[in-house]
């Protein structure tokens, strides 16, 4: 196949676009509510973090990258709340505040849930590979200016802003070098092996097996009920 029929079949805005979908997915699900991107995106010249809360991670292997979450302090309460009542947490235990511990560390889960949803996606249809480190949220009063340890090329940054149910808005900012995938020959990224899949469906059949086996020792429901909490 010549260079002049190869098709141009993921640029910046389609992974832009692969991590908005990511975060909409995560989201939607954890808090039970509806999460929506802007049709416009903005380029931007600088990244960093923005008061109230920002969360960054950095991913790297067959391209580099930055991700940022900047949320006000109503949107993260919003996110938290809706999170934690959806799991069954009563009202009055929840923080009142978003400089609380707590808040951080429910926010910084759904930033990991929401890149690994993009590495997977990046390494079943790109057929490429990247890892992420662990998610760093920080409570500010003062914005923060952030660059990639690595230097990038071709640096391009993105804003893209996100709205919740009731309307409060965060955004996220990418910072990515520049870089196209381009399509060599057909494939089905269906049959591509997803790694954390593959762990995933061997620990929910070793759990099934461990589950089976504690029923045939003990007909005792409260035993079910307490494996059950400890998510075995």
């Known amino acids: 196949m010549s260079s002049d029929n190869k098709t141009v079949v993921y640029g910046t805005e389609d992974l832009l676009e692969s991590l908005c979908n990511s ?3 995560v989201l939607n699900a954890a808090t039970q509510s509806q999460v929506n991107y802007a049709g416009m995106v903005q380029r931007i010249t600088k990244i960093g973090l923005k008061p109230d809360i920002g969360c960054f991670v950095l991913f790297d292997g067959g391209f580099t990258g930055l991700v940022v979450l900047n949320f006000a302090a109503g949107t993260a309460m919003e996110i938290y709340e809706r ?14 505040s978003h400089t609380s511990d707590e808040v951080s560390n429910i926010l910084g889960e759904l930033m990991n849930q929401i890149v690994g949803d993009f590495t997977g996606k990046v390494r079943r249809e790109l057929q490429t590979n990247i890892t992420q480190n662990q998610p760093k949220m920080l409570v500010l009063n003062k914005q923060i200016v ?3 340890d690595t230097p990038l ?6 804003r893209v802003s996100f709205y919740t149910e009731t309307g409060n808005v965060f955004y996220l900012e990418l910072a990515i070098d520049r870089t196209e995938f381009i399509r060599l020959h057909d494939f089905d990224s269906s049959e591509i092996i997803d790694p954390d899949a593959l762990l995933e469906q061997q620990r929910a059949v070793h759990l099934a097996g461990t589950q089976s086996a504690a029923s045939a020792a003990s007909g005792d429901s409260d035993a079910d009920e307490l494996l059950k909490s400890l998510g075995m």
């Open 83 to 96: 999170y934690m009542l959806n799991m069954g947490m009563p009202k009055s235990e929840l923080a009142g």
């Open 23 to 25: 975060v909409t997915k």
């Open 153 to 158: 090329d071709r640096p391009e940054m993105r």
């Open 146 to 148: 952030l660059s990639v």
